[in-house]
């Protein structure tokens, strides 16, 4: 084979510099700076390159990342330094940080003269421990902790891992042993567990799994394969290097030598500091975009550090504190259902109350049949449940070891031939993955749902409307369309239980009041199936009537920006039900009333298109007014920040969304600001 030329020697230098330049402003800075597709392309260049001329390849070449050879059995790796680890505080309440600093300080023989000690508070990552060990720059070994003492040789896997450095920057010392964390951020897991089950394999329960796992198989592919990330938190042996004199300044010198390190890490003065992080990584936590399960205070001086020691395996100066679990084990004693405004039949799974995300779950949604089958969750399965933040709790998976005995598949149709509510049949179209109760209002349940909806706050805003009300007006006949609610009397009213004279009073005030009400909110009201209360606002502008609505075809509907050819299905079959006609007519004659116009010619205000996140508090104006005033001009509000986030208004006490924000690079206004783009379209 013909000797590489000189060009093709430079060519193939500058491929691997521009590669790994690449992965650093990506994993380090956090800054991607070319698309996926460009990487690639210059990745399969060096490939062509180094495949021609072998003599080309290096070891820390970016192409020497995919998988080598299966191993067939790992080799033990004594650790030079001890891999410890550090005590956990129990108590998850911030209270934990007062706890450790009164520890370091009784150690330090510290009073209460002394100024506050000086921490520094880093996230804990909910991943493999790993131990990146570089002979002059180069990354020669990479091992599991172990015991402590003795870990795994997971060198193969771990050169997989786009986001460590083969080779580190800068004048690194001739030895230096990197500690950290590898983990899987939560989308990557989310499209790894999409890729596997498009391909028929199995499911990962969570990211630590997933991420743990692919490190711990004898074949360095496997890694390869699944998207793992890493941040680096502390050091082993070093050789030949003057250590900088704090745990943040540790930190930092890892920056500079392109290693990974998260950028939520702070210098934190005395208990009030730790208590402070603590409380606002909490509010942060969910929207992070990896898991964690606490955080860790460590004494940012290194000779405070080697003054405090260690007791056992655990050292005096670190403390590791945990928020409360986001997912937990328990038993799954049945299934049940729950039935929906639109019929939506839900499987529900009963549970042996267990503590998760702060608060005790006696229930978690299976979502629908596909997902059961999909997780293969049967009943008297022990079972992985998540609760993060606000949303609903969800039964993550089974842990199929601890199955005992032969449990039948769950099958909703056969267990739920018919509602549990109201005895009609349940149904699943072959295209759906949900199945529906029949009965549509015929069902106490989907009824209890619809008046739910039409009362609610963003529909009619009927207040004193609640469930538990709408619930005894429901059993007892009293109602059964919206109708019914506005022609209440006080007697029917004062008769149910726990329902006094003024309360009666008020709601009839209330539904009174909401007689009067605009166009939008009535289309929202009516529940129409995939009408939302924006597309119900928008379908309001367009047609000025109900009438004109009522009378549009699918081709009319769907130039209303936003309607598609299913919206528009589902508005065309709400009015040709004569039922539905009729109650509408009534809702009329007993009163209710609409602002009606002419068709909106649509202002393409400077605003059009662009959307908007509310978060904190405005000096002058509510939040309800601010969306009003965008909405006004064409703009739309959404709750959650995204890459489709035009701007995030900000006011006082923003919280994540904020955070958000400002990882995602997303424009962040003031009231002012707001004020001044207002301005610009009007
Ligand atoms: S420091 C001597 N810092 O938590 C101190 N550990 O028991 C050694 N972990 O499995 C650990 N995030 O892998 C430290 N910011 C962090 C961490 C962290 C996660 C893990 C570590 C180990 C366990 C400590």
């Not at 004199?245 to 939520?264: N, Q, R, S, Y």
């Not at 009362?455 to 059993?475: H, S």
């Not at 004569?578 to 809702?587: D, G, K, S, T």
Request: proline share 5%.
């Amino acid at each position: 084979m013909m000797p590489a030329d000189h060009s093709t020697i430079e060519r193939a230098a500058w491929l691997r510099a521009e590669l790994a330049r690449h992965d650093h402003a990506y994993y380090v800075l956090d800054a991607p700076t070319v698309p996926d597709a460009e990487y690639d392309r210059l990745f399969r260049e060096l490939e062509a390159i180094e495949s021609t001329h072998p003599e080309l390849r290096r070891a820390d070449s970016p192409t020497a990342r995919v998988g080598g050879k299966p191993l067939a059995q790992f080799a033990p790796v004594r650790h030079r330094i001890p891999m410890l680890s550090i005590r956990t505080e129990t108590d998850t309440e911030s209270s934990g940080a007062q706890a450790f600093d009164a520890r370091v300080r009784r150690e330090l023989g510290l009073d209460e003269t002394d100024p506050p000690v000086e921490y520094v508070a880093e996230l804990k990552f909910d991943g493999l421990a790993i131990n990146l060990r570089y002979e002059h720059g180069a990354l020669v070994q990479a091992a599991t902790r172990g015991d402590g003492e003795t870990g795994e040789d997971v060198s193969g896997s771990v050169r997989t891992v786009r986001a460590i450095p083969l080779r580190l920057l800068g004048s690194p010392p001739p030895v230096l042993e990197v500690r950290g964390e590898i983990y899987m951020r939560r989308d990557d897991f989310d499209a790894l567990n999409a890729r596997q089950l498009a391909a028929g394999d199995k499911v990962f329960v969570n990211p630590r799994n997933a991420a743990a796992g692919a490190i711990r198989q004898l074949d360095p592919n496997i890694a390869a394969r699944r998207p793992l990330s890493f941040f680096a938190y502390g050091l082993g042996e070093t050789e030949g290097w003057s250590l900088p004199a704090t745990h943040f300044g540790v930190l930092d010198a890892l920056t500079d030598f392109g290693v990974p390190v998260c950028k939520h890490r702070e210098v934190a003065l005395g208990a009030d500091g730790l208590m402070a992080f603590h409380g606002r990584i909490a509010e942060l936590r969910d929207a992070l975009p990896f898991d964690i399960d606490g955080v860790v205070y460590k004494v940012n001086s290194l000779a405070l550090q080697r003054q405090l020691g260690f007791v056992t395996r655990e050292p005096r100066w670190a403390v590791a504190h945990k928020y409360p679990a986001q997912e937990a084990l328990t038993l799954l004693r049945d299934i049940e259902v729950q039935v929906g405004r639109t019929g939506a039949i839900t499987p529900v799974g009963r549970l042996e109350p267990v503590f998760v995300g702060g608060v005790t779950v006696t229930n978690a949604t299976l979502h629908n049949q596909d997902e059961i089958d999909r997780k293969d969750v049967r009943i008297g399965d022990w079972v992985i449940v998540r609760r993060a933040g606000d949303v609903i709790p969800e039964i993550v998976g089974p842990v199929v070891e601890r199955r005992t005995g032969d449990l039948p598949r769950f099958n909703l149709l056969e267990r739920f031939p018919t509602c549990p509510v109201c005895g009609s049949h349940v149904v699943r179209g072959a295209d759906e993955a949900v199945a529906r109760c029949t009965g549509g209002l015929y069902c106490p349940a989907q009824r209890k749902q619809a008046l739910l909806h039409f009362a609610g706050r963003r529909a009619m805003d009927i207040e004193g409307l609640g469930d538990k009300l709408v619930d005894q007006l429901v059993d007892a006949a009293i109602v059964k369309t919206p109708v019914d609610i506005y022609r209440l009397g006080i007697l029917a009213l004062a008769n149910l239980e726990r329902m006094g004279d003024k309360s009666a009073q008020n709601l009839l005030a209330a539904i009174d009041k909401s007689r009067n009400t605009t166009l939008g909110r009535f289309i929202f009201a009516l529940g129409i199936r995939n009408v939302g209360e924006a597309t119900a606002r928008d379908l309001a502008r367009h047609f000025g009537s109900l009438d004109a609505l009522s009378e549009a075809d699918e081709t009319r509907l769907q130039q209303v920006p936003d309607v598609g050819p299913i919206v528009a299905r589902c508005i065309v079959e709400f009015f040709a039900e004569a039922h539905n006609r009729e109650i509408i007519e009534q809702l009329r004659a007993a009163g209710v009333r609409w602002e009606e116009g002419e068709p909106a010619v649509m202002p393409a205000g400077a605003l059009a298109g662009k959307v908007f996140v509310l978060t904190g508090t405005l000096p002058g104006m509510s939040r309800d007014e601010a969306k009003v005033r965008i909405e006004a001009q064409g703009g739309k509000v959404v709750g959650s920040v995204s890459k489709k986030t035009d701007y995030v208004v900000a006011g006082a006490e923003a919280g994540s969304k904020l955070v958000k924000a400002q990882e995602l690079g997303v424009d962040i206004v003031d009231e002012q600001g707001l004020l001044t783009l207002l301005a610009q379209s009007t």
